[in-house]
């Protein structure tokens, strides 16, 4: 079972940046994929982002595409989020992911993963 633990997610106007962290701990980070969800007041939880376990693919939601970036750091067992030009559309509590199986790509499904943060809250105000 692996733990994670979201940080960043505060009050930004529309137009700005945050940067969304997991921290991730008890597996092997680097042998499973992640992702970022969220769902907004009302809604279900969507997929935003995700990243293959070795890096070399990601995908997005449409939505996000060109203003969100997911990485992941091996060293610090850290995934991340960038979020450029903010939208109130992109209020939501914020999860992060690990993947239910090793390898794989990026992964787009709530159903392919295991274990999930408590969340962060990102608002953006209009």
């Known amino acids: 079972q692996v733990q994670l633990v979201e940080s960043g997610g505060g009050l930004v106007q529309a137009g700005g940046s945050l940067r969304l962290s997991c921290a991730a701990s008890g597996r092997t980070f680097s042998r499973y994929g992640m992702g970022w969800f969220r769902q907004a007041p009302g809604k279900e939880r969507e997929f935003v982002a995700s990243i293959s376990w070795d890096s070399t693919s990601t995908d997005y939601t449409d939505s996000v595409k060109g203003r969100f970036t997911i990485s992941r750091d091996y060293v610090r067992n850290t995934m991340y989020l960038q979020m450029n030009s903010l939208k109130p559309e992109d209020t939501a509590i914020y999860y992060c992911?690990?993947?239910?199986?090793?390898?794989?790509?990026?992964?787009?499904?709530?159903?392919?993963?295991?274990?999930w943060g408590q969340g962060t809250q990102v608002t953006v105000s209009s």
């Open positions: 992911a690990a993947a239910r199986s090793r390898a794989g790509g990026a992964r787009t499904s709530p159903e392919d993963f295991g274990s």
